[in-house]
């Protein structure tokens, strides 16, 4: 992931939260804990939050598993030095690490997250998909990967109302709270360009997943992918 990514989550951490809470109108923190609800489903005991942020969804999987380990993952130190400061965080374990090459051994975790970080990471189909064979690579056989993402709507009304809606908003909205210039310049333009869910679906068979089942969220301007090594 490039420097010029690192430097903006470097410059929005203390806001990043807020900012989500207020563009979605709070519709965030249900597509988390629908993702996490889907995520827990099928138990283990070793959980994998990938590109982890301030830690929201690795908070909501150890409340919600019965003592798992969870580790939070992320490539900003801001960002991570957020989310372990929360009093709820204190039996997380935070690694600072690049999600293309992820420290861990082969079939380690029972589970693996990611919570709308996935277009960052999408420079290409073809780099995504080379992210998510490092994602199975540290999977158990029979480990689950959640990945919950923005979508492209298939009505083409709903998509240009979507597409308007970032375009007036979020960089407005991001740079007024935030203080970050370029920051949400650039996250509002990942999320026109990011994939339909039947898109995203094929990507994830192609770097090996099977059982690949989308759950379109909002008249699919979200969804959650729920796929298996």
């Keep these: 992931m490039s420097n010029g990514i690192q430097k903006i989550y470097s410059e929005i951490p203390k806001t990043y939260e807020l900012i989500?809470?207020?563009?979605?109108?709070?519709?965030?923190?249900?597509?988390?804990?629908?993702?996490?609800?889907m995520a827990l489903a099928d138990g283990g005991d070793t959980f994998l939050d990938i590109c982890s942020g301030t830690g929201e969804i690795a908070i909501y999987l150890k409340?919600?598993?019965?003592?798992?380990?969870?580790?939070?993952?992320?490539?900003?130190?801001?960002?991570?030095k957020i989310g372990a400061a929360k009093p709820e965080a204190e039996d997380i374990t935070f690694i600072i690490t690049e999600a293309g090459k992820l420290p861990f051994r082969n079939d380690y975790f029972d589970l693996i997250t990611i919570s709308f970080a996935t277009r960052n990471i999408n420079k290409s189909r073809e780099i995504l998909t080379g992210y998510f064979r490092e994602f199975r690579r540290v999977?158990?056989?029979?480990?689950?990967?959640i990945n919950l993402e923005t979508s492209r709507p298939k009505n083409p009304v709903i998509r240009k109302l979507m597409d308007l809606y970032v375009a007036v908003t979020v960089k407005w909205i991001g740079r007024t709270i935030s203080g970050s210039k370029y920051g949400y310049n650039f996250l509002a333009s990942?999320?026109?360009?990011?994939?339909?869910?039947g898109v995203l679906a094929e990507i994830l068979?192609?770097?090996?997943?099977s059982e690949v089942h989308e759950h379109p969220m909002f008249f699919s301007a979200a969804?959650?992918?729920k796929a298996v090594k």
């Design 20 to 37: 989500n809470h207020v563009l979605t109108f709070g519709f965030d923190i249900y597509c988390r804990r629908k993702a996490v609800k």
């Design 63 to 80: 409340s919600r598993s019965n003592g798992a380990k969870v580790v939070a993952a992320d490539f900003s130190l801001p960002m991570m």
């Design 139 to 145: 999977l158990k056989p029979g480990g689950r990967f």
């Design 190 to 197: 990942t999320i026109p360009r990011f994939y339909s869910s």
């Design 205 to 209: 068979n192609d770097a090996g997943f």
């Design 223 to 225: 969804a959650v992918h």
